[in-house]
């Protein structure tokens, strides 16, 4: 399988379909797998790149401290390689806003961008953000990395029938080395592009889940700040959004990322595996 050597690490990646090239962006201890839901639908109309995060899945997991910046440049280092002028990006989570940070560094090589459950600032300046930030941090110090991946689990997927689906993110976050988890986190926790993304032209797409770990209030404020953003709540979906609501999630993708106009329609391009 690929793997580009970019910033002084091997970023892990694989490619699939035809068409205009689209960027995955995983989220926090998972991989280009998160995208497992996604690829058939997506790769009938986009050349797919899905990288692994440095410190994530296959790719290298050098000693910290990471930065959203530098996942970025990393991404676009990758993209380099891979000769893409310019792409479609998704992110989720903190692939999310590793996506704004690529819009605000490159924007003329962004022609759609979209986001799921995630915000424009991880500044730990609320009581709930703070909790959820140092809670996650104090839980893999205290339990260790498997268990702490069990409590996820069971709050991503709380129903019966995704026991499967914990099981999953048991065994991927649950094998993550602890440092470069550790490293991942610090990375997203103070970052904020608050105060930038309204230098972000593109079409946005944010989709939120009804009951994600932040309100939905805060991520309907920051859409406003945005130049050109749509806001979709996805209605009974928790924070694993591509996994809990698949259907709903690939639909509104899709059709957002489909419709062309003068702006940003671009010629549809092959990419090679």
């Not at 104090?138 to 990395?145: C, E, K, R, T």
Request: net charge neutral.
């Amino acid at each position: 399988m690929p793997a580009a050597q970019v910033n002084g690490a091997s970023i892990y990646y694989e490619c699939e379909g035809s068409g205009p090239p689209l960027l995955l962006i995983h989220g926090l201890g998972s991989s280009g797998d998160d995208w497992a839901f996604q690829r058939e639908d997506f790769a009938r109309h986009f050349s797919l790149i899905l990288p692994d995060l440095r410190g994530s899945g296959r790719s290298a997991k050098p000693p910290g401290p990471y930065s959203i910046a530098q996942f970025a440049q990393d991404l676009w280092a990758l993209l380099d390689a891979r000769g893409v002028k310019r792409a479609n990006i998704l992110g989720f989570s903190l692939g999310g806003a590793v996506a704004q940070e690529m819009a605000l560094s490159q924007p003329d090589r962004v022609s759609k961008l979209v986001l799921c459950n995630a915000l424009a600032n991880y500044r730990t300046d609320t009581p709930r953000k703070w909790l959820e930030a140092r809670m996650q941090v104090a839980l893999v110090h205290l339990l260790g990395l498997r268990r702490t991946a069990k409590l996820i689990a069971n709050r991503l997927f709380p129903h019966e029938d995704q026991a499967p689906k914990r099981q999953r993110v048991i065994d991927v976050v649950g094998a993550n080395p602890k440092k470069a988890y550790l490293a991942s986190i610090h990375a997203l926790i103070g970052w904020s592009a608050l105060e930038r993304i309204h230098a972000i032209a593109c079409p946005v797409l944010i989709l939120a889940a009804e009951f994600d770990y932040t309100p939905l209030d805060e991520k309907r404020t920051e859409a406003a700040r945005f130049q050109n953003a749509e806001f979709v709540v996805i209605e009974g979906s928790r924070h694993g959004t591509p996994f809990d609501a698949i259907e709903e999630f690939n639909a509104r993708v899709l059709k957002f990322l489909l419709h062309e106009s003068s702006a940003t329609a671009h010629h549809a391009i092959s990419l090679p595996a």
